[in-house]
């Protein structure tokens, strides 16, 4: 497997240098709006520490991360009143991975509404904020 690259937006985003609509952050983790959401309320959990996938990272910052992600996905749920979510992970490209930092997608389901395409259209920053807002209430 390749390994990991340090150069990419989610480690830009953990380093402040590109903004994100944060929704929860500890020493080891950051969660945060996807900006091309499938549903309202689309979450990414990404730990800190620098991985490419599921296969290269170490196995105690993932069952950390698989815990926070537990933990963001309650709020989620919470402030979208959402029926369902999914947890979705992709792994290399031909698996439809487009950052290759470790993350975990919160995607909320909604009953009788579709998704939309993955790393489709980029949602208004101002609902994604307002969104943000409301779940980090939730906690
Ligand atoms: P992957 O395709 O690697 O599983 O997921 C990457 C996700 O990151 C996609 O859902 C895409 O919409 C999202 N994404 C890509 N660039 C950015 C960005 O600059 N900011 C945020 N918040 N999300 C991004």
Same mark, same amino acid.
């Given at each position: ?36 959401? #499938?549903? #309202? ?25 698989? #815990? ?72």
């Amino acid at each position: 497997m390749t390994a990991y690259d340090p150069d990419n937006i989610f480690t830009k985003i953990i380093e402040g240098e590109i903004p994100c609509h944060k929704v929860y952050e500890d020493n080891e983790t950051l969660a945060f709006m996807d900006i091309m959401p #499938q549903s #309202q309320g689309h979450t990414l959990v990404i730990p800190k520490s620098g991985s490419r996938n599921l296969l290269d990272a170490d196995p105690a910052v993932l069952a950390d991360l698989i #815990q926070k992600t537990r933990t963001v996905a309650a709020a989620v749920m919470k402030a979208t009143g959402a029926d369902g979510f999914r947890i979705m992970q992709f792994n290399e490209a031909p698996a439809g991975q487009t950052v290759f930092h470790l993350h975990f997608h919160i995607i909320p389901i909604y009953e009788g509404v579709p998704l939309k395409p993955h790393a489709g259209e980029a949602a208004d920053h101002t609902a994604l904020g307002a969104l943000a807002a409301k779940i980090r209430g939730a906690f």
